[in-house]
């Protein structure tokens, strides 16, 4: 099956600078990426996807890469703010019916 | 829409007890699916299931039963509850088989004693 690994498990910056995340997969067959945010005692939601026909997505200070060739996609984001302190997931997805999670990275932006 | 629902959003158990967790969603949505989540472990697949009357094994399927009568519903059965099922377990559900967004439920804590 796939397996997904995601770094760094914690992560700490300052008011409004950048933040990033990396994510390795290794099914080739997983074609969709997508990344959730997960706060303290509720459900993931999702901040951004990615599918492999495409290299790069944004939306406003949040951004995704993905290199299909090396198996790695990341999570960008710009000019952070404490709501942005959260745990973030990632995970990797096919036509078929499973997806597979990273094992989360704790984000803590410091005012 | 109410989205997915979960019910209880808490639970105490006693080793060996047995207990549902309903999980709903009102979005027409083809395929639903369970998690549970452990610290340090992100969230890891038990079951799910493409449509009614069809259902299938996930990463850690071992312990839990699930059965999908109608669209609407899909819920896990813990039929003899031990201490390593304690968990925050999240249903989700998306449109289709095509990978595309899930909508997680809000969570029920599990705590097996």
């Known amino acids: 099956g796939e397996n997904v690994e995601q770094h760094p498990s914690t992560l700490s910056v300052q008011e409004g600078d950048s933040a990033v995340i990396k994510c390795t997969y290794s099914?080739?067959?997983?074609?969709?990426f997508p990344w959730y945010k997960q706060e303290l005692g509720k459900r993931p939601q999702l901040i951004i996807d990615?599918?492999?026909?495409?290299g790069e997505k944004k939306d406003q200070r949040i951004a995704v890469t993905l290199n299909k060739t090396a198996k790695h996609f990341s999570l960008h984001i710009t000019e952070t703010q404490p709501e942005d302190s959260a745990v973030y997931f990632c995970?990797?997805?096919?036509?078929?019916?499973?997806?597979?999670f990273g094992t989360g990275t704790s984000l803590t932006v410091i005012p | 829409n109410a989205g997915v629902t979960q019910t209880p959003k808490f639970q105490v158990l006693k080793t060996g007890q047995s207990m549902t967790l309903q999980c709903a969603q009102d979005?027409?949505?083809?395929?639903m699916s369970w998690y549970r989540q452990d610290p340090g472990m992100g969230l890891r697949l038990i079951h799910y299931?493409?449509?009614?009357?069809?259902?299938d094994q996930g990463e850690v399927p071992n312990g839990y039963n699930v059965s999908r009568s109608t669209t609407e519903d899909f819920p896990l059965r813990l039929l003899s509850a031990a201490p390593s099922q304690t968990s925050v377990y999240f249903c989700?559900?998306?449109?289709?088989?095509?990978?595309?967004?899930?909508?997680f439920g809000p969570g029920t804590r599990l705590l097996v004693l």
């Open positions: 989700a559900s998306r449109p289709g088989t095509l990978p595309e967004t899930q909508y």
């Open positions: 099914d080739s067959a997983s074609n969709y």
């Open positions: 990615i599918r492999s026909n495409v």
């Open positions: 995970a990797a997805g096919n036509t078929g019916n499973q997806f597979y």
């Open positions: 979005m027409n949505h083809e395929y």
């Open positions: 299931s493409v449509g009614a009357g069809i259902t």
